[in-house]
Structures are given as structure tokens and as C-alpha cells.
């Protein structure tokens, strides 16, 4: 029976039709239509509690005119599709490699695991990407090359579900860099690289022939990855000295690792003051000198080498460094800038601090709300049956006020209003500054890992963060960061692996221990 009856959702009233002899969730379902309140998280009170799924509407008492209130925060309403639906098997390659749960390997051609993994963890930049997809083709200059072939690589890579070959990717990088075409004295077989080494390759190739309009930005490895340190120089052996002061930029921070040295933060802080020893024209002599480095400006993408590789003279030979030394998922740089710097982003620094806090407290609520609703529905499912209402009078709807159920605000239009709040404390000079970071603040998003214990052998693997998003791709504000997932890159094989297993990548032994670390600059949004 079909009965005409309003439904009242923060403040706004609905005509529904309600038929009393379908299963409660349809009458969800049509709440969730009208309202944008997803039925796991919509409430309808009743007496006696809420509203199960298994619940029976006939018994509810509804009466035709009657106004029932809704309790539970709204989404957006759903849309009809804006394409028309495409079944599997009528997909064509590229749809299915868009469609696919995860992204695509590297074939290894002989010991290019270095090159795999490198070239795994950048197309983790996004921006990236697109910057190349915007460069002119032309140039026979050989890092022109090398960027063009990086962008086919990455397109075919997109078309694909298969392990893709990256036979002219390769060919071209061992063009422009010579070494990787080394061959094994015992062997006669390609020789296994040093992936930092190919990444520098890569990186500085596409800087000095990659144009972009990334956001009318420029260049992007210039504006998105390229930092600048201040280096001053002084000698406590000659105060009269002037302190001679120098910019430097860089590509990356080395994070070098003493016998002392347990974390990421340490090894750069440390290698950030030095003593130089050289002569010093007021005194007439050689003098020891103390180099004392600041980050003095910041890039959206920062990336760090792990210092686990060095020569050892008496051996001839490179060594690996094995020792456990931590890195930070959230990075805040602060204590590494300049005096200057740390004042521009002091602002946005301690707010964006204080906004993800409370936007970890809003998810943390949501996902215990939505436990609890399943929580409630799956005891409901298993209950004994109730009796019925001896009484003549069938109970009826309660009349209650979402705002007594205290639900939280929209999050979208929060993070909107947040938005705001940071960027009218960004300073001018960093926003004018395309590709800079405005808060010091980062995320990790990719790493580089070497197995083994020897420098020129092991085996090197990609690992990048998996986007927490929803179903259509939107931001996935009620996700738990502490159940991230990650794609492990082991060459063609592509795999998910929880948050716990990149704790475990810190080093300590012959298994795989981070290289090369990427941080990108955390969202504001």
C-alpha cells in the first residue's frame, strides 16, 4: 500500500510515497534520492529506536500526510550516468587499462630494475605527466630525447593491463647516459645500476628540455621540484672575516647516515653544518671554516637520498650502508629553513597543523557513526522476531530533530572554508612563487628501495601511495591515513600491500630498505 507522506531533513520538507509493503531499504533508498543521505548513514526514528533494514513498514503506523524526520549528513545527490554504460568485454584496451584496480608494470629487459623502479615512482607526479604531455616532440638534442621517449613510455603504460616492455625508453637512456650501457666483466650481460644515478639522469634531462604550462608556471622540474639552499661561511679563527653568503640549488636532500644516525630528519640536519678547511686571506694561512646550509626555498615535490652507498678506498669498491634509520609519512621541514623562510610559512605551517588535526577527529567520528549504524543493522538482522503490538493503536513514527543527533557539518563545504582560511594566510612572495611549498609541510607518496647487500648487485623496487578516493574518483574524506595502501612496483609484478609493510622498509638488513624518498607538498584542500 502506497501512502503520501512528507520526509524533514535539516529543515527542508519532502513528498515521498512510501509503500508499506517493501523492505525498509527502499524507503531509504528513496530518502537517499531526495535528501543526498547515503542509506548506511541515514536514521529515521522510530519508537523504540531506529529504523532497521529488515524493519516492517506496515507495522510502523504510517499515516498519509504524516512528517517523518530524517537524521544523517547529506552527500551529493546521485547523478544519472553522464555516459552511457560500457560492459568488459566491449571495452577497448586503453578503457580497460583505465578501468584496471591497478596500474601497470615494467618488463625487466636484464638487470633495469634500477630503471623500473625509478621511473614507477615519478609517474606518481601527476603534474608531471601533464607537463610532459605539453612538450613539444621537436628537439634531436638527446635530453629532448629522453623526455619524449619518458612521455611515450608513460602513454603506452596507460593503454595497456599488461607488463609493458620498455624497450625504447631504455635504448634512449643509455644514449644520453653511457653508463647504463655497462656490461658485466664476468657475465657479458648488462650490468645492474645505481637507481639514484638514474634518477638524477631522468630528472635533470627533463629540467633542461622539458617547457610546461603547468598553471602558466613555466618549467615544471624547475618550478615543482628544484629547491634552493643558503649557505653561509664563516671562520670562528678570523671574526673580522665577513660571513660570505651563497644560494645553491638543488634537485634533492642527502640525508647521510653516520653509526649515530637512527632518523631521516637527523642524517639532514646534520648534513646541513660542516667545517671546511681553506685558506683565509686575513690571516695569511689555511683555516678551519664552519658552512652552516638552510632550506630557502621549498618545491611542491621534494625528493631525498638516503646516503647508503659510499666508496671504500681500501677496498676498492662501493659499499652499502645496512643501518635502520626511520622516515616520516607526514614531513614538516621547518626547523631546515632559513630565517626568511620560516616566517613565510609560519602561518599556513601552524594552521594546516591544527586543520588536519581536527579533519582527522571529523573522519574518526564518521567511520565510528557508520560502524555503529552497521553495527546495529547486522544485530537486527540477527534477532529473534519481535511480537507484535498486542494494543489496538500501532506505534508510530517519533518526531525528532536532526539537530539533536548532532551531526556534523558538510564536509566539503568545510574544507572549502578551510581552503579559504589557508590561502588568505599564504604569503605573496610564496604564492607568486609557482611550484613552491607555502606550508613546509609534505606527505610521502613514493619511495625507491634496494635489497641486498652489495651496491652493485640486489634488486631495486617502486613503491607509491594508492589515492584514497571514492568510487568516481571524488576524495575519500571519511579514510583512515594509518590504512593507506601502497602499489609495490616489482618490475611487471604490481601488487597492494598495507601501510605496515612500508614501516618495514627503514633498513636494518639485506632486505628492502628506502633510497630515494618523494614528499609531496600536503593539500591544503
Same mark, same amino acid.
Given at each position: 500500500?502506497?501512502?503520501?507522506?512528507?520526509?524533514?531533513?535539516?529543515?527542508?520538507?519532502?513528498?515521498v510515497q512510501?509503500d508499506t509493503s517493501a523492505?525498509?531499504t527502499v524507503?531509504?533508498?528513496?530518502?537517499?534520492?531526495?535528501?543526498?543521505?547515503?542509506?548506511?548513514?541515514?536514521?529515521?526514528?522510530?519508537?523504540?529506536?531506529?529504523?532497521?533494514d529488515?524493519?516492517?513498514?506496515?507495522?510502523?503506523?504510517?499515516?498519509a500526510?504524516?512528517?517523518?524526520?530524517?537524521?544523517?549528513?547529506?552527500?551529493?545527490?546521485?547523478q544519472?550516468?553522464t555516459?552511457?554504460i560500457?560492459?568488459?568485454?566491449d571495452?577497448?584496451?586503453?578503457?580497460?587499462?583505465q578501468?584496471?584496480?591497478?596500474?601497470?608494470?615494467?618488463?625487466n629487459l636484464?638487470?633495469?630494475?634500477?630503471?623500473n623502479?625509478?621511473?614507477q615512482v615519478?609517474?606518481?607526479?601527476?603534474e608531471?605527466?601533464?607537463?610532459?604531455?605539453?612538450?613539444?616532440?621537436?628537439?634531436?638534442?638527446?635530453?629532448?630525447?629522453?623526455?619524449?621517449?619518458?612521455?611515450?613510455?608513460?602513454?603506452n603504460?596507460?593503454?595497456?593491463?599488461?607488463?609493458?616492455p620498455?624497450?625504447?625508453?631504455l635504448?634512449?637512456?643509455?644514449?644520453?647516459?653511457?653508463?647504463?650501457?655497462?656490461r658485466?666483466?664476468?657475465?657479458?650481460?648488462?650490468a645492474?645500476q645505481?637507481?639514484?644515478?638514474?634518477w638524477?639522469?631522468?630528472?635533470?634531462?627533463?629540467?633542461?628540455?622539458?617547457?610546461?604550462?603547468?598553471n602558466?608556471?613555466?618549467?615544471?622540474?624547475?618550478?615543482?621540484?628544484?629547491?634552493?639552499?643558503?649557505?653561509?661561511?664563516?671562520?670562528?679563527?678570523?671574526?673580522?672575516?665577513?660571513?660570505?653568503?651563497?644560494?645553491?640549488?638543488?634537485?634533492?636532500?642527502?640525508?647521510?647516515?653516520?653509526?649515530?644516525?637512527?632518523?631521516?630528519?637527523?642524517?639532514?640536519?646534520?648534513?646541513?653544518?660542516?667545517?671546511?678547511?681553506?685558506?683565509?686571506?686575513?690571516?695569511?694561512?689555511?683555516?678551519?671554516?664552519k658552512?652552516?646550509?638552510?632550506?630557502?626555498?621549498l618545491?611542491s615535490?621534494?625528493?631525498?637520498?638516503?646516503?647508503?652507498?659510499?666508496?671504500?678506498?681500501e677496498?676498492?669498491?662501493?659499499?652499502k650502508?645496512?643501518?635502520r634509520?626511520?622516515?616520516?609519512?607526514d614531513?614538516?621541514?621547518f626547523?631546515?629553513l632559513?630565517?626568511?623562510?620560516?616566517?613565510?610559512?609560519?602561518?599556513?605551517?601552524?594552521?594546516?597543523?591544527?586543520?588536519?588535526?581536527?579533519?582527522?577527529?571529523r573522519?574518526?567520528?564518521r567511520?565510528?557513526?557508520?560502524?555503529?549504524?552497521?553495527?546495529?543493522?547486522?544485530?537486527?538482522? &540477527?534477532a529473534a522476531p519481535? /511480537? #507484535?503490538?498486542?494494543?489496538? $493503536?500501532?506505534?508510530e513514527?517519533? @518526531? !525528532?530533530?536532526?539537530?539533536?543527533?548532532g551531526e556534523?557539518?558538510?564536509e566539503?563545504?568545510?574544507?572549502?572554508?578551510?581552503?579559504?582560511t589557508?590561502?588568505?594566510?599564504?604569503h605573496?612572495?610564496?604564492?607568486?612563487?609557482?611550484?613552491?611549498?607555502?606550508?613546509?609541510?609534505y606527505?610521502?607518496?613514493?619511495i625507491?628501495?634496494h635489497?641486498?647487500?652489495?651496491?652493485?648487485?640486489?634488486h631495486?623496487v617502486?613503491?607509491?601511495?594508492s589515492?584514497q578516493?571514492?568510487?568516481?574518483?571524488?576524495?575519500?574524506?571519511? &579514510?583512515?591515513?594509518?590504512? /593507506? #595502501?601502497?602499489?609495490k612496483f $616489482?618490475?611487471?609484478?604490481v601488487? @597492494? !600491500?598495507?601501510k605496515?609493510?612500508?614501516?618495514?622498509l627503514?633498513?636494518?638488513?639485506e632486505?628492502?630498505?628506502a633510497?630515494?624518498l618523494?614528499?609531496?607538498?600536503?593539500?591544503?584542500?
Amino acid at each position: 500500500m502506497a501512502l503520501p507522506i512528507k520526509i524533514k531533513h535539516a529543515g527542508k520538507a519532502y513528498d515521498v510515497q512510501v509503500d508499506t509493503s517493501a523492505p525498509a531499504t527502499v524507503f531509504k533508498e528513496q530518502i537517499y534520492q531526495l535528501t543526498g543521505v547515503p542509506t548506511d548513514k541515514v536514521k529515521v526514528p522510530v519508537k523504540g529506536g531506529m529504523l532497521k533494514d529488515d524493519a516492517d513498514l506496515s507495522k510502523l503506523g504510517f499515516k498519509a500526510g504524516q512528517t517523518v524526520m530524517v537524521i544523517g549528513p547529506a552527500g551529493p545527490l546521485p547523478q544519472a550516468p553522464t555516459k552511457p554504460i560500457i560492459f568488459m568485454e566491449d571495452m577497448t584496451d586503453t578503457e580497460l587499462a583505465q578501468s584496471a584496480k591497478y596500474p601497470v608494470g615494467l618488463e625487466n629487459l636484464g638487470n633495469t630494475c634500477y630503471m623500473n623502479s625509478t621511473v614507477q615512482v615519478l609517474r606518481a607526479i601527476p603534474e608531471f605527466q601533464t607537463s610532459l604531455n605539453s612538450t613539444p616532440s621537436t628537439g634531436a638534442q638527446p635530453d629532448a630525447q629522453l623526455t619524449n621517449s619518458l612521455r611515450d613510455l608513460y602513454n603506452n603504460m596507460s593503454k595497456t593491463t599488461e607488463g609493458f616492455p620498455p624497450f625504447a625508453f631504455l635504448n634512449m637512456l643509455r644514449q644520453f647516459a653511457p653508463q647504463f650501457a655497462e656490461r658485466s666483466r664476468q657475465t657479458g650481460q648488462y650490468a645492474q645500476q645505481d637507481a639514484q644515478e638514474a634518477w638524477s639522469q631522468i630528472v635533470q634531462a627533463a629540467k633542461s628540455s622539458m617547457g610546461g604550462n603547468v598553471n602558466d608556471g613555466g618549467k615544471f622540474v624547475e618550478g615543482w621540484m628544484t629547491g634552493r639552499l643558503q649557505k653561509k661561511l664563516s671562520s670562528p679563527e678570523a671574526p673580522t672575516e665577513e660571513t660570505k653568503v651563497s644560494n645553491e640549488n638543488f634537485l634533492e636532500l642527502k640525508c647521510n647516515i653516520s653509526g649515530t644516525t637512527n632518523y631521516m630528519m637527523q642524517g639532514l640536519t646534520e648534513g646541513m653544518t660542516q667545517e671546511i678547511e681553506k685558506r683565509s686571506e686575513s690571516l695569511g694561512r689555511d683555516a678551519i671554516y664552519k658552512e652552516e646550509t638552510k632550506i630557502d626555498r621549498l618545491p611542491s615535490y621534494l625528493t631525498v637520498n638516503m646516503v647508503r652507498f659510499y666508496w671504500r678506498r681500501e677496498l676498492s669498491k662501493k659499499t652499502k650502508i645496512m643501518r635502520r634509520v626511520k622516515f616520516p609519512f607526514d614531513l614538516d621541514t621547518f626547523d631546515l629553513l632559513s630565517d626568511d623562510l620560516k616566517e613565510k610559512v609560519r602561518p599556513v605551517n601552524e594552521k594546516l597543523k591544527e586543520i588536519e588535526k581536527e579533519r582527522r577527529e571529523r573522519a574518526k567520528t564518521r567511520r565510528k557513526m557508520k560502524n555503529k549504524v552497521n553495527v546495529e543493522n547486522a544485530s537486527s538482522s &540477527s534477532a529473534a522476531p519481535v /511480537q #507484535e503490538n498486542p494494543t489496538d $493503536d500501532p506505534p508510530e513514527p517519533m @518526531l !525528532v530533530d536532526s539537530a539533536a543527533d548532532g551531526e556534523l557539518p558538510d564536509e566539503s563545504v568545510k574544507r572549502q572554508e578551510e581552503l579559504a582560511t589557508l590561502m588568505s594566510l599564504v604569503h605573496p612572495d610564496l604564492e607568486q612563487d609557482k611550484g613552491a611549498n607555502v606550508s613546509g609541510l609534505y606527505d610521502l607518496v613514493g619511495i625507491v628501495t634496494h635489497k641486498g647487500a652489495s651496491a652493485d648487485g640486489g634488486h631495486y623496487v617502486g613503491w607509491t601511495a594508492s589515492p584514497q578516493v571514492n568510487a568516481d574518483g571524488s576524495p575519500d574524506f571519511d &579514510s583512515d591515513p594509518d590504512k /593507506q #595502501e601502497w602499489y609495490k612496483f $616489482d618490475d611487471e609484478k604490481v601488487s @597492494l !600491500v598495507s601501510k605496515e609493510k612500508i614501516l618495514g622498509l627503514e633498513g636494518g638488513g639485506e632486505d628492502h630498505c628506502a633510497y630515494i624518498l618523494l614528499y609531496k607538498q600536503k593539500s591544503l584542500a
